[in-house]
């Protein structure tokens, strides 16, 4: 698989500007836009909200980024990651619109906004302080100011300080009552971990802007898959260092819920009727839920694979794999754009008509896309039949013997197994 744009733009910056050499040195290396510029914009090469988007060379030698002002960063072996864990057995808090409100889809969030919008015209955002009144006051970039702060080292050396000036930053949505201001980030997929800078910057920002309220910063996430808000609430125990963030707990919202149940999937998989496998690769893509992220990325627009691993928590290599198998579903399909010469990802027309149903008939949907084929449908057959996912060995005897065992061999064969026990977890996880 040929390097992405970002990892061979990195690749010559560190061998012009001998970065590693530098930090080993130094502890850091400070690098200005102007020369990122030089091989590729830098606002496509310093915006890694998820570690799993770091360059390999990044990945390799423990590095992350910072933005330390408008035209600099700092690169160091900086702990800058935070990890998310969602508790799957909280209580579930159902609340729904206004019966006024015509304008919002409460069953269709293709942008952080309309998410956010719904999030607080159907209470949660109140819910989450329950201090009066709740009013929606800022969004968009700003400038940090001027501050300090200390950030640990992955390595476990001594901690790093670093000094910002006028650095910008984003808030998605700031809310504000009479004692509180929330600073929320939102993300329309479920997250392995985020970039507590997204955080940390508005905190230090507002803190000292209107240091007689409490500054509560919140990752909101929306699941697809769930039809679930989760908020993560969190605070710093230590206003001048980035590591001081700690989770203080975690709340789930459901609108207008739909139960799947097992008649439901029974349903469908007596209605399945086997299609023929095309030339695009059996998918090699665990996590159906990122599936489903790929085509909620898709959309209101078409996106290169370079913009989907930018925008999403993909590496180059995963971005491919789950293209890939949204296009074996014949959800999304591919072209090189003649304006541009890269290769761009769109939302079928049977795709976008999926997407455009409400929850239930959705992922019913996305059920019989996935049973349609040979090895899930057979797979998910032994799962009715036993009452249990069969093993990876099972499924590849499965696998075996069908339509595909002859285009791969037996440790391909293995790998894709892992994807056919993925898909029909995801499955059985969604029956209420």
């Known amino acids: 698989m040929s390097k992405g744009k970002n990892n061979i733009a990195w690749e010559k910056l560190f061998d012009k500007y001998a970065i590693l050499e530098k930090i080993s040195e130094f502890g850091y290396f400070e690098i200005e836009s102007a020369s990122i510029n030089e091989f590729r914009e830098s606002r496509l090469m310093a915006k890694f909200d998820h570690y799993a988007s770091l360059p390999d060379i990044f990945k390799n030698y423990n590095l992350s980024i910072l933005s330390i002002s408008r035209s600099k960063y700092i690169i160091g072996r900086f702990d800058a990651y935070s990890k998310v864990a969602y508790n799957h057995d909280l209580q579930v808090t159902t609340v729904e619109l206004p019966a006024t409100i015509e304008t919002i889809d409460d069953t269709n969030f293709y942008s952080e906004s309309s998410a956010l919008s719904c999030a607080f015209n159907t209470g949660m955002i109140h819910d989450l302080v329950n201090d009066g009144k709740m009013y929606h006051t800022v969004y968009g970039r700003m400038s940090t100011g001027e501050f300090e702060f200390s950030i640990n080292s992955v390595l476990d050396e001594l901690p790093s300080n670093i000094k910002v000036n006028k650095a910008q930053c984003e808030i998605d949505a ?26 940390y910057y508005p905190y230090r920002l507002w803190s000292n802007k209107i240091p007689d309220k409490k500054i509560i910063p919140v990752l909101m996430t929306y699941s697809t898959s769930r039809n679930t808000f989760s908020f993560f609430i969190y605070k710093f125990d230590d206003l001048s260092n980035y590591n001081s963030i700690q989770l203080v707990e975690q709340r789930n919202y459901v609108i207008a819920p739909e139960i799947i149940t097992h008649e439901d999937v029974d349903k469908i998989f007596k209605s399945i009727e086997i299609v ?19 085509l909620t990325l898709l959309v209101d627009k078409e996106l290169t694979k370079d913009e989907i691993t930018a925008e999403y928590r993909f590496d180059e290599r995963q971005t ?26 769109y939302l079928t027309d049977e795709g976008k008509h999926l997407l455009n149903g409400k929850y239930k008939k959705k992922i019913i949907s996305l059920i019989k896309k996935i049973l349609q084929h040979e090895a899930f449908y057979k797979t998910f057959k032994l799962t009715l039949e036993n009452g249990l996912n069969p ?15 002859k285009n791969y061999a037996d440790a391909t064969i293995k790998r894709r197994s892992s994807t056919v026990r993925g898909w029909i977890d995801w499955i059985l996880s969604i029956i209420s």
């Open 174 to 199: 700031g809310f504000e009552s009479e004692n509180y201001f929330l600073i929320l980030e939102a993300k329309l997929y479920d997250v392995d971990d985020f970039i507590i800078r997204q955080l």
């Open 391 to 405: 093993d990876i060995h099972t499924i590849s005897e499965i696998i075996k013997s069908s339509s595909l065992s």
């Open 320 to 345: 491919e794999y789950y293209t890939d198998a949204a296009r074996y579903l014949k959800l999304i399909d591919k072209y090189i754009n003649p304006a541009t010469g890269k290769l761009t990802f």
């Open 276 to 294: 023929s496998e095309s030339d695009i690769p059996f998918p090699q893509a665990n996590n159906f839920e990122r599936v489903i992220d790929v």
